[in-house]
């Protein structure tokens, strides 16, 4: 369990992310129905939590994530989910997601790959909705330490905010049968993305953008693209 994705996987039970990932889900599920969304894409859809939600109410869901873990608990539940980076999905979509800091784990240098391979699943008029952390969210909120743990798993989270990245070092300690702990440790890079920078990724165009508040005030942005013609 080399990779940090893989660590976050196994680990993130233990963050205590639940409620805040419920709000989300539950907004997201909201702008997709009001726009009468028939067919969405879930991009780093995890164990496929909100995919479930949306498949619910009568929209057709696939999702991606680059770790093999969270995709195998995905398909565990019968979900339409794939092994792969939003560059290889060739298949069209009414709209496209990525919830809960998924935007934040692409480095700027890659953004506008990133934006012009979301248009590229994308249908003519088709929608992108994502959420960003604020830098409040980052040097303010997510910064600091934290521990958890359970029968398994023993967990701790030292996050430094510094030069518009959050460097998180993620320090996981797996019980053994024989009652012994391997250590795994990794660190997982999030990047602040400004307004002004998502606004202008070159492909999508920015047609709404709203404040969050999950943890404090304002942590957040909401942020709704539209693939024009």
């Given amino acids: 369990m080399s990779r940090a994705l893989d660590i976050y996987a196994v680990s993130e039970h233990l963050l205590g992310i639940e409620e805040s990932t419920h709000i989300l889900h539950s907004i997201f599920l909201t702008l997709l129905e009001d726009e009468r969304i028939g ?9 496929g939590g909100f995919m479930t939600q949306a498949g619910a109410a009568g929209i057709v869901c696939s999702g991606i994530d680059l770790s093999p873990v969270m995709v195998a608990a995905a398909q565990d539940k019968g979900l339409n989910v794939t092994c792969k980076n939003i560059c ?6 009414e709209a496209a997601v990525a919830i809960f800091d998924v935007l934040n784990f692409i480095p700027p240098s890659e953004l506008s790959d990133f934006f012009r391979c979301v248009a590229n699943t994308l249908e003519e008029g088709g929608i992108f909705i994502v959420d960003v952390n604020s830098e409040y969210g980052f040097s303010d909120v997510a910064e600091g330490s934290m521990s958890a743990e359970d029968e ?78």
């Fill in 39 to 47: 067919s969405v894409l879930d991009i780093g859809c995890g164990r």
């Fill in 88 to 93: 290889d999905v060739t298949q069209k979509y």
């Fill in 152 to 229: 398994t798993y023993f967990l701790n989270v030292n996050a430094v905010y510094d030069k518009e990245r959050l460097l998180s070092e993620f320090t996981l300690f797996e019980r053994q049968n024989d009652a012994r702990y391997v250590k795994f440790q990794e660190t997982i890079v999030q990047y602040y993305h400004s307004l002004e920078t998502l606004r202008n990724n070159g492909t999508l165009t920015l047609i709404e953008d709203h404040p969050l508040s999950l943890y404090d005030v304002d942590d957040k942005m909401l942020l709704i693209f539209k693939k024009s013609s």
